[in-house]
């Protein structure tokens, strides 16, 4: 069996463009050391003896997410995405309702299930957020299907 020099490398220049400071990975750790160490004083599950200042009720930002964080942006995600679907059954109401003596559109909640299960199985919660917001009114706390079928669903 015969072998064959191995056909050269090329010179491999990484090595000398590639050189690391000891100082530079000292002064990164350090950096990363000391942000983590400010960051840990702020976490109330490290064992740091430092304590975030805590928002008491009645101050501004009491109960609401820090402004710009993630969890903002995902509160006003949701806000606007029940608004659309609001809007959207007040529209169904519109189309599918009649006309009363007082000039308002009303629906049998039963027509309207069967009409707006299909866009959405959300209907009672949907209501539920469009009586609070002050734009449809029904009797009662609660509607169930089949039981309160015949229950009036006014559009204000």
């Avoid at 609001?86 to 299930?113: H, M, N, P, Y």
């Amino acid at each position: 069996m015969e072998t064959e020099d191995a056909p050269a490398q090329p010179n491999d220049d990484r090595a000398e463009t590639c050189t690391v400071s000891v100082k530079g990975l000292t002064e990164n750790w350090q950096k990363w050391s000391n942000d983590h160490s400010e960051y840990q004083k702020h976490n109330p599950f490290s064992n740091g003896k430092v304590v975030p200042p805590q928002i008491q009720r009645g101050q501004e930002g009491y109960g609401r997410p820090l402004e710009g964080s993630k969890t903002e942006q995902r509160g006003k995600d949701a806000h606007s995405h029940i608004s659309r679907e609001v809007t959207e059954l007040c529209q169904v109401i519109k189309e599918i309702g009649e006309s009363g003596d007082d000039g308002r559109t009303a629906v049998r909640f039963g027509t309207l299930f069967e009409r707006y299960v299909t866009i959405s199985n959300k209907l009672v919660g949907v209501l539920l957020r469009a009586r609070k917001q002050g734009l449809v009114h029904f009797e009662g706390e609660m509607l169930w299907q089949g039981r309160d079928d015949g229950v009036l669903i006014t559009l204000l």
